[in-house]
């Protein structure tokens, strides 16, 4: 069974200028999160989709990073325009079905954004 | 708010010894769920253990063993005989269906444990 991809693997980009990332979740997978890792830090939530409707955006800083998951299979993340506090490792998550939290969520290998 | 606090941020042993790694949680709700992953350095987060609030029985897996205490709220992770290969950082996350925003899993910092040869 393929696992959750994601591209770029890593990602450079000046302060202001915009990034996106791509997520293709596990096949059949209904729920699809986007985290961002800091350096030393445990990964905190963007969005969570629930198929193609947005679930929790709550801490998505919504000035400068948008999502979408058209047709409820594959997301992209963006950012516009970038800051330096915006370099990270962008993860992306999905589980069979999130609405009860028990099922366990798969990760990708993430995209490394540096914001110079 | 739900929290999770993993005290410890590095460990380090030497190859056969034994290490607990603590996680400690809070939460208001009934139902839960504790998870434990393991981050190696290639970066992708490996899914170890799900616990229920409702179960609190021990588990062992191979070298793995996992202590569920509610008393003191507490998901503690042991690895025995610990091997180089063990040597990643390890996230203990919580999340529960009652949650009206969502599903998505509260992780603590993190404990980097490194095993030498």
């Known amino acids: 069974e393929a696992g959750v991809a994601q591209s770029p693997r890593y990602k450079i980009i000046e302060k202001r200028q915009s990034v996106a990332f791509w997520c293709n979740p596990i096949?059949?997978?209904?729920?699809l999160y986007w985290y961002q890792q800091i350096l030393g830090q445990g990964p905190k939530l963007l969005i969570q989709?629930?198929?193609?409707?947005?679930?929790?955006d709550s801490q998505l800083p919504k000035d400068r990073f948008s999502a979408e998951r058209l047709k409820g299979v594959d997301s992209t993340l963006k950012i516009q325009p970038a800051k330096l506090e915006d370099s990270a490792v962008y993860l992306c998550?999905?589980?069979?079905?999130?609405?009860?939290?028990?099922?366990?969520?798969?990760f990708g290998p993430g995209t490394r954004l540096t914001v110079l | 708010a739900q929290k999770v606090t993993q005290a410890q941020t590095e460990i380090s042993v030497v190859e056969k010894e034994d290490v607990t790694l603590d996680c400690v949680y809070e939460?208001?709700?009934?139902?839960?769920?504790l998870f434990w992953y393991k981050q190696p350095p290639s970066g992708e987060l490996v899914f170890l253990i799900r616990?229920?609030?409702?179960?609190?029985q021990n588990e062992i897996s191979g070298r793995y063993s996992w202590n569920f205490q509610k008393s003191t709220s507490s998901f503690n992770f042991t690895i025995t005989a610990s091997q180089v290969v063990d040597s990643a950082v390890y996230f203990c996350?919580?999340?529960?269906?009652?949650?009206?925003?969502?599903?998505?899993?509260?992780f603590g910092k993190g404990t980097t444990l490194s095993v030498s040869s």
């Open positions: 096949s059949g997978h209904a729920t």
């Open positions: 998550a999905s589980s069979l079905d999130g609405a009860s939290g028990y099922n366990e969520q798969f």
């Open positions: 989709f629930q198929n193609n409707g947005v679930v929790d």
């Open positions: 616990r229920n609030s409702f179960d609190e």
């Open positions: 996350a919580l999340t529960s269906p009652a949650n009206q925003a969502g599903t998505a899993l509260i």
């Open positions: 939460t208001r709700d009934t139902t839960y769920y």
